[in-house]
């Protein structure tokens, strides 16, 4: 294989590397944005939680002090009644009476279906809150992870920038544009061409002009592609 090609090969190899470090680091942020609208989420809905415990609670002290009150109204006229010494004032008194109860009847009844709504409501925060527990710690640790990734490979693509300084020295200045201008494609700027003549990139056959030259180990270009070409050993 002629210098140039190898030459070239090297510098492909580091440049791949790059270009594909760069797409992962392009990555992590998205990734980490991700993991932290989980835990918002979580911490949303736990707190959405609490509050529906809260309502619920505070609704059932107020049908109880309600309740209360009601008592203490009947209690009320219960001893005026006895005060009382005309029949119509009596019977109107235990009307009333009536009534008071059956409000409290309607309050008891409203604070079942309170105490069924307390009761799901606790075991819902309940059941949210171990989820979020076994889930943060692990979420936590991807973010920093993830955090720990980036740096890395910043790290190492700082140190891939220099070791490409001399590879790319040493390439001739008639090919660097084209290679420069194929890699910023994203894709690998050489392609290997098999003994049938098909370009590893474009997967079409050259011409066969161009794969006498790519015989030769020419700087030869592919027909379809403009990847630059040499032939698979
Ligand atoms: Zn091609």
């Given at each position: 294989m002629r210098p140039w090609i190898e030459n070239l090969l090297a510098l492909q190899k580091v440049d791949m590397r790059i270009i594909n470090l760069h797409l992962r680091l392009k990555m992590i942020p998205g990734e980490i944005a991700k993991l932290k609208q989980k835990i918002e989420s979580a911490e949303t809905n736990i707190a959405e939680a609490k509050s529906s415990m809260q309502k619920t609670g505070l609704e059932i002290k107020q049908t109880e002090s309600a309740i209360t009150e009601l008592n203490k109204k009947i209690e009320h006229l219960q001893q005026q009644s006895s005060l009382v010494k005309k029949n119509t004032e009596y019977q109107a008194m235990l009307i009333q009476i009536d009534n008071l109860k059956a409000k409290i009847s309607e309050h008891e009844t409203a604070e079942l279906i309170l105490f069924d709504q307390d009761e799901a409501n606790k075991e819902k925060f309940k059941e949210l809150e171990k989820a979020f527990g076994a889930e943060k710690g692990g979420i936590e640790e991807e973010i920093t992870e993830l955090i720990e990734l980036e740096s890395e490979i910043k790290a190492e693509i700082k140190q891939l920038m220099k070791t490409r300084q001399p590879l790319e020295a040493r390439i001739d200045s008639a090919i660097l544009p084209q290679y420069k201008r194929l890699l910023q494609t994203g894709r690998a700027p050489l392609a290997k061409v098999n003994a049938s003549g098909?370009?590893?990139?474009?997967h079409l056959k050259i011409t066969p002009q161009t794969m006498t030259e790519t015989k030769k180990e020419a700087v030869v270009y592919c027909d379809n592609c403009s990847c630059l070409l040499y032939l698979e050993q």
């Open positions: 098909i370009c590893s990139n474009c």
